[in-house]
Structure formats: C-alpha cells, structure tokens
C-alpha cells in the first residue's frame, strides 16, 4: 500500500502529515490533513461502482472545528497509550460512547461536520508511513500527497 519515509523526505516530496485519524479500515478512510495550507477533512470514495480505494472526497474545515478535532483527537491518543501499555480495556475506548463525557460531547458536535458536502472535491491520494509512533499527539504516522482525480 505505501512505503516508509523519514519526515524531512517527506515534506520534500511534497506529503502532509494526518494530524487527526478518524476512520481505518484497510488504511486511512477520513481524518484531517492540510490541503494547500488548509485543514481539510479528507474520507474515502466507497460505493458500489467504485473501481478505485484511492479516491478521497475532501472539503475544508473551519479552526475551530479543528481545534474539536484534535481535543478528541488527543483522548483518544491517551486511551491508546494506556490500552498499549496494558492499563486500559477495549471496553474504555472512548468512542463506546458513556466511557469520557467530553468525547461524547464532542463526537455530538463534530458529527454533522464529518460528513461529505455535495460540494466536495475528489481527488487522489498516495499513501507514505514515517515509521515513528502509529498514534501520536500531533497526528499519526500517515501521510498523503494528493493529485487530481482522472
């Protein structure tokens, strides 16, 4: 699917780190990456007819929907680390719903924005690993590098 880079290699070739995961599912299906210098939410083409799982829906997000975004981002990085290090159960992720009342709160708020526009633009992603920590405060080890869709 995608290879392994260091971060300066990637940034000269022109990838942007994802800075929120929101879905995986056989690699990244949405989450929130810079497009140009702008958040963006990104989520995967997928219907019936789909010939390609390269293709992503993409659409701006507001700062301070982004500032949302990784506040629940970063419960999750901390139920994360305490599952990995044995200190928490699959039954205390946060996304249960009733485990952390501000990740619910959030999940509440954020939902309407999560979904694609009609305005939405497609294009295309190539998928790089940095091969530091999966998940991390300040985004995740993925990055993408998006052209135009054909």
Do not use: K
Not at 75 to 83: A, D, E, H, L
Not at 96 to 106: A, F, K, Q, S
Not at 125 to 130: E, G, H, I, V
């Amino acid at each position: 699917m995608a290879e392994t880079a260091d971060r300066a290699q990637l940034i000269a070739d022109g990838f942007q780190q994802v800075y929120v995961e929101l879905d995986w599912w056989d690699g990244p299906r949405a989450g929130i990456v810079d497009l140009d210098g702008v958040p963006h939410y990104f989520e995967r083409h997928e219907d019936d007819a789909a010939e390609r799982l390269d293709e992503y829906y993409l659409w701006p997000a507001e700062q301070h929907l982004v500032a949302l975004e990784r506040e629940s981002w970063l419960i999750f990085v901390r139920w994360n680390r305490q599952y990995e290090a044995g200190e928490a159960s699959v039954e205390a992720h946060p996304a249960h719903g009733g485990v952390d009342p501000r990740y619910d709160e959030l999940t509440g708020l954020l939902a309407p924005h999560r979904r694609v526009p009609s305005d939405a633009r497609r294009l295309v992603a190539s998928w790089r690993f940095d091969g530091g920590e999966r998940y991390r405060s300040d985004g995740t080890d993925c990055w993408v590098r998006w052209s135009p869709s054909t």
